[in-house]
């Protein structure tokens, strides 16, 4: 999917693809051609909003009083997911998280720590500094389940091939890390993502199995085992890896998609639902990693091997395991919303696929 700097849809068509999140991750209402920014809607053909911005605006700011125009008229550099803010994407984010309690540092000494990952990392060896990338192993099984769960029969190819990209990307770029045993100090201090993670898990005592920023996952204890035959370490790598698809897929980049995280959080809790577990995008990676979980242990406990020596392919007993999975997903998918989505809202929760058909 392409856009222009403004939004605007390039080659394709944004009423049939396959997510409503498009643009900045934002929901794009195809009956009007129009983006849902809760307090506003914007236009991405004129680049500006359709009524008025309540906010008289800043004196010292000229462009803030202009009433209808999106990020100040830089919307490479802004986003706008109230429809009464312009964010900077490199550091405003930071202070939006420190709101939140990732943080007390000021904004200035931590600008520096913005989300950009050494080219030491992209092209060293990342082990001496306690990560991995995926095993061909963990590639293979990860790369078969999630075309599996997520690919529909019915999608154009466009979509398909989009789709498709966006797992291949996740499973040859996503690397594992234990927060704990990171050595390189430069690293530490030039990573924003490890920054947030640090920030997170020192929050909450880390009672959290793994946070995902992009293509870095951070484990809390320690990085499960290459190949682990353990089907809660498969799971919750399966969990993470949903949400660096997200980023993949949506093409927005990590800054923005912390953004439309953190927003879709605080919108979920407004109506209700727990600001955590009611994130749509919280919503899939639970509802990947239960299905992974059911599959495994109660259907197909080797399907691990199947995938990697190819059985699956042959075997008669997986015949079906394509829509088993498929469907497994969509069910927990469902159960997912039902459990942790505000009943009152239910009915407008956007189903960021097709997983409701």
């Known amino acids: 999917m392409n856009n222009s700097t403004s939004g605007n849809a390039i080659s394709f068509d944004p009423s049939i693809a396959l997510t409503e999140f498009l643009y900045s991750g934002e929901q794009f209402d195809s009956k009007i051609g129009q983006q849902y920014l809760r307090q506003r809607y914007y236009d991405p053909v004129t680049g500006r909003f359709n009524r008025l911005d309540p906010f008289f605006g800043n004196l010292n700011d000229p462009q803030s009083l202009h009433k209808y125009l999106y990020t100040h008229a830089d919307p490479i550099n802004g986003i706008d997911p109230s429809g009464e803010f312009f964010w900077s994407i490199i550091s405003k984010v930071l202070s939006l998280t420190s709101g939140i309690g990732l943080g007390t540092i000021g904004i200035a000494s931590i600008a520096s720590l913005t989300f950009t990952v050494t080219s030491y990392i992209e092209y060293n060896d990342i082990s001496s500094l306690g990560g991995r990338f995926l095993t061909d192993k963990e590639k293979k099984f990860f790369d078969f389940f999630f075309r599996a769960a997520i690919i529909d029969p019915m999608l154009n190819e466009t979509d398909r091939v989009s789709a498709e990209s966006a797992i291949g990307a996740t499973m040859s770029k996503s690397r594992l890390w234990n927060i704990d045993s990171m050595p390189n100090l430069l690293y530490n ?135 088993e999975i498929r469907w497994t997903f969509k069910r927990k998918y469902a159960n997912e919303i039902t459990m942790y989505g505000p009943g009152s809202h239910l009915w407008n929760m956007p189903t960021f696929l097709w997983f409701l058909d």
């Not at 949400?243 to 800054?255: D, F, I, K, L, R």
């Not at 995938?307 to 829509?323: A, K, L, M, R």
């Open 189 to 323: 201090m030039t990573s924003g993502s490890y920054f947030l993670a640090l920030m997170a898990y020192k929050m909450n005592g880390k009672n959290i199995g793994a946070i995902t920023i992009g293509r870095d996952i951070y484990f809390g204890s320690s990085v499960p085992l290459e190949n682990s035959p353990d089907i809660h370490d498969i799971a919750l790598i399966g969990h993470e890896l949903m949400h660096s698809w997200q980023v993949e897929y949506a093409e927005m980049g990590t800054p923005a998609w912390l953004i439309s995280y953190l927003s879709e959080s605080t919108e979920q809790w407004f109506w209700g639902a727990n600001f955590y577990r009611g994130n749509m995008m919280e919503l899939m990676g639970f509802a990947i990693e239960s299905t992974i979980k059911e599959i495994l242990k109660n259907k197909y406990p080797n399907l691990v091997e199947a995938v990697n020596n190819g059985s699956v392919y042959t075997d008669p007993q997986y015949n079906d395991i394509h829509n």
